[in-house]
């Protein structure tokens, strides 16, 4: 069974362009979290999405960020009109959630985000 | 919202030494993970443990949800367990984790 998938591993971009972030979750898994960590940091949370939906996007930048899950595919994070300060490593999680809030969650290798 | 802290922030043992990382959380928790990031960056599962005990290999946990901390020990250390060791908890339905700022190991020959 393939764990989650991030790719790129890693992506450098221009102040201004675009970066798209792909994760794949775990077979079996309809429930994905992204999650940043700037350099030196910890990790935080950004936007909860099952298929279709998303669920919970408190932690997502109001501007310039967006995330999806379509039925078919992976899960997208896109940040538009990148800027120096969204270098960081960007990572996937995703989980069964049979039980409500209370599964694993498991996480891919991340994206490594440079803007030059 | 919740807060999880983490201590010692800082932590160099001598290889074949024992460790305790804490994790303090600031509400009662419906999951608590415990993660290793190794220096390539990757974060790797060690222990789902939002209560009770649980060992693997050198690695153990024990989390006590009434008093609202959780601790890693590592014995015997090895220097494949340098790294940064984050605990992570959740508190809501979304199931959204909050990590700690994590606890630097550095093991040495």
């Known amino acids: 069974n393939a764990g989650v998938m991030q790719n790129p591993r890693h992506l450098v971009r221009r102040r201004g362009q675009e970066a798209r972030l792909r994760c794949s979750p775990m077979k079996g898994h309809s429930h994905v979290y992204w999650y940043r960590q700037l350099p030196e940091e910890g990790l935080k949370f950004m936007v909860y999405?099952?298929?279709?939906?998303?669920?919970?996007e408190s932690g997502m930048p109001k501007e310039r960020f967006s995330a999806e899950f379509p039925k078919e595919g992976p899960s997208i994070l896109r940040i538009q009109q990148v800027v120096r300060g969204d270098s960081a490593a960007y990572f996937c999680?995703?989980?069964?959630?049979?039980?409500?809030?209370?599964?694993?969650?498991?996480f891919g290798p991340g994206t490594r985000l440079t803007v030059l | 919202g919740i807060q999880v802290e983490q201590s010692p922030p800082d932590l160099i043992l001598q290889e074949g030494a024992n460790s305790t990382l804490r994790c303090n959380f600031s509400?009662?928790?419906?999951?608590l993970q415990w993660f290793h990031q190794n220096p390539w960056g990757q974060l790797i599962n060690l222990f789902y443990?939002?209560?009770g005990t649980k060992q693997n290999g050198r690695l153990s946990a024990t989390t006590v949800a009434t008093e609202r901390y959780s601790l890693l020990y590592i014995s015997s250390s090895q220097t494949t367990d340098s790294g940064v060791y984050f605990c992570a908890v959740t508190s809501t339905r979304t199931g959204k984790l909050i990590f700690g700022q994590g606890t630097t190991l550095q093991v040495k020959p």
């Open positions: 509400d009662s928790v419906n999951n």
């Open positions: 443990i939002p209560s």
């Open positions: 999680a995703s989980s069964p959630l049979t039980s409500g809030s209370t599964d694993t969650q498991y």
């Open positions: 999405l099952q298929k279709e939906n998303i669920i919970d």
